[in-house]
């Protein structure tokens, strides 16, 4: 078995969705990787991401298929790890117990929990970490589970999007953000390539040790809920999601420098723009590639050339009313000009001693409030927001 790189991608044909069938290629792929047992320890706990969104049924292919999450949960429990099945679904859901608990059968993996005798998390605490290798973003909101794991594996399922294109990997983990706090992001990052960024800086920040992908039946056209199942047959696995998500992206014929993710980590120097440097084991590629393979109709074969969906304008929308604005307490302001520095997009202009923002421009990454050392700047919602933030309170409740 040749030795897999840190770029390396194993590709495993598995054409359904049979347990034995799934189980087989989901162990070959980890295999080509170098074994299950250099990614996790014994008496790790291990999260298990997978892709659970709506929890919608799996014939519906919006999430991870149940049988391939099945297979790696049996992998790493048979490795002697704790593990917990971890996610939090869409933006618009609360992050509640009750929803998680309705997605987590909606989608099959109440049944996972039951026979494999694992965890499915219920905790919906989450925790503002700082991101000082982020670009875009300086601290985010992660859910507790994946702070307290000892290691995350990713189990994505590959589909098209109509805001990054496609969703795989990289983008499966912005699932670490809980409930609204994703309306947020997206209203701070309201152009793709800054959101692929902030999805890089949370990839980077949670920092998985296996990437598994279920391409056995993707998802083609106005992806992420409402394209159409299309058969792949393959399992991808890696360690590197912007190795994992560019071959995904050849399976579907898409340059992989047109999803943001992938941009932003070429960016950054994490990926190599030309491609090279990513080592392909096990089957050929080539034979699982859709040539025809549909893609969503805000592509135009150009990043610059998506246009915005309703959904995701109404989202953004709602996200704006949500997020925390930054104000200034002139009672402390010492007219330092820290805040007017260290602001990224030049939102913030001195009036004399007085700063203003303008909140056209704000893009609510809180670098002003981070650089004020006098406490001068606060983080308030609009009235719309904290009415939202108190019925979040009381579901949750």
């Not at 618009?92 to 997605?103: M, Q």
């Not at 199942?229 to 992206?249: E, F, M, Q």
Request: charge should be positive; proline fraction near 5%; hydrophobic fraction near 40%.
């Amino acid at each position: 078995m040749p030795e897999i790189g840190e770029k390396g991608v194993a590709v495993v044909r598995c054409d359904t969705y049979e347990r034995d069938e799934v189980f087989a290629a989901v162990k070959r792929a980890i295999d080509l990787c170098g074994g299950i047992g250099t990614f996790v320890m014994p008496g790790q706990a291990v999260l298990v991401k997978p892709n659970l969104l709506q929890g919608l049924a799996p014939d519906r292919c919006v999430t991870t298929h149940p049988e391939v999450v099945r297979a790696v949960v049996r992998l790493i429990g048979e490795h002697g790890c704790h593990v917990t099945i971890a996610d939090s679904p869409a933006a618009a859901i609360p992050y509640t117990e009750s929803n998680l608990k309705r997605a987590y059968a909606g989608a099959g993996y109440d049944r996972i929990a039951e026979d494999l005798g694992v965890e499915l998390n219920t905790d919906t605490g989450y925790t503002i970490v700082p991101t000082p290798d982020g670009a875009v973003v300086r601290q985010l909101a992660i859910i507790n589970p994946a702070l307290s794991a000892d290691a995350i594996v990713v189990v994505s399922k590959l589909k098209t999007h109509m805001w990054t294109c496609m969703s795989g990997g990289a983008k499966n983990l912005f699932g670490l953000v809980p409930g609204l706090e994703k309306l947020s992001l997206h209203a701070r990052f309201p152009d793709e390539q800054n959101f692929g960024r902030m999805l890089v800086a949370i990839n980077e920040l949670a920092n998985p040790r296996l990437q598994m992908m279920d391409a056995v039946f993707g998802m083609e056209g106005n992806g992420p809920t409402s394209g159409a199942p299309r058969k792949i047959g393959v399992i991808l696995a890696s360690t590197d999601y912007s190795a994992l998500d560019a071959t995904a992206a050849r399976l579907i014929g898409i340059d992989p420098m047109e999803i943001c993710t992938i941009a932003a980590a070429a960016e950054r120097g994490l990926y190599d723009a030309r491609g090279s440097g990513i080592q392909l084991v096990g089957d050929d590629l080539a034979q699982f590639v859709v040539s025809d393979y549909k893609k969503p109709a805000s592509y135009q074969g150009s990043r610059r050339g998506m246009r915005r969906s309703a959904f995701l304008s109404l989202m953004q929308t709602v996200g704006r009313w949500y997020v925390p604005r930054p104000e200034i307490d002139m009672s402390r302001c010492k007219a330092c000009r820290k805040c007017e520095r260290g602001c990224p997009v030049g939102a913030i202009t001195m009036a004399g001693t007085v700063p203003r923002i303008d909140r056209k421009k704000c893009i609510r990454c809180y670098c002003c409030h981070e650089m004020c050392t006098e406490e001068a700047i606060r983080l308030k919602r609009s009235h719309a927001g904290r009415l939202m933030a108190w019925v979040m309170r009381m579901e949750g409740g």
